[in-house]
């Protein structure tokens, strides 16, 4: 079992740095070439992975062009173009309404508010997040995916259970200048050791100080469950 350090705030500079280091090139997998692409491939990327996202958004940004063009698309075609993601059906019908607010509501280009970027069909904060940060140059918080999620509970981050409030929580102990990497270096150490079900501890360049580090802990602070 690792030793975490005495506070949070130092525990989460440690993780930041650490990270850093084992990724220098750390950035978002999600390839788009403007804010409605890039709001449209996040969309999508909800339970889905980024390759399989940026297989089928290669072919679907070059059938489509502008918010009008998905707006107007029959609900069935767009699906189809959607049909190896995760609930293609529900986001195609994201895609579609949003597009139609866009046009409507912001003379057909993306938002720059969270109020107004969480108004749009499919989009919750931890969209309008990465869309603010990557498309807006704003950043007013901090994106908490699934691996955000996991590592910040084993590493005695946060005790909450859920984005929301675990991103307040972080938002507290990350130096706010690092609040957009912070996401970045997690997702690649979640990819490449802190993963969900067999993490390499062994490996892991935060195993000394990871309270759930499985050489000697008997549990899996993510998910509260024994090892």
């Known amino acids: ?9 130092d525990q989460a500079a440690e993780v930041v740095d650490r990270l850093e280091e084992a990724y220098p090139d750390s950035t978002i ?3 788009y070439s403007n804010r409605l692409e890039l709001l449209i491939a996040v ?7 980024d390759e399989r996202v940026n297989t089928e958004t290669e072919h679907l940004f070059e059938t489509y062009d502008g918010p009008e063009d998905y707006a107007n698309a029959p609900q069935d075609e767009l699906a189809e173009e959607l049909n190896s993601i995760t609930y293609y059906n529900n986001k195609a019908k994201y895609i579609r309404s ?3 607010t866009i046009v409507e509501e912001h003379d057909g280009e993306v938002p720059d508010t969270m109020d107004e970027l969480t108004d749009l069909s499919g989009v919750g ?5 990465v869309v603010l940060q990557h498309g807006h140059d704003v950043v007013e918080g901090i994106v908490v995916d699934t691996h955000v999620q996991r590592l910040s509970r084993r590493l005695g981050l946060t005790e909450e259970e859920y984005p929301e409030p675990i991103e307040q929580e972080l938002m507290e102990l990350v130096p706010e200048g690092y609040w957009q990497q912070f996401t970045h270096l997690c997702i690649d ?3 490449a050791t802190c993963t969900a079900r067999n993490p390499d501890c062994d490996d892991c360049v935060l195993a000394d100080i990871c309270p759930s580090e499985r050489g ?12």
């Open 29 to 31: 997998s999600l390839r």
């Open 216 to 227: 000697d802990s008997e549990i899996d602070l993510a998910s509260g469950e024994p090892w």
């Open 125 to 129: 904060r931890k969209t309008a997040n």
């Open 98 to 100: 949003a597009c139609q």
């Open 43 to 49: 969309i999508l990327s909800a339970q889905c992975t």
């Open 1 to 9: 079992m690792g030793t975490p350090r005495e506070s949070r705030t």
């Open 189 to 191: 150490h979640g990819r």
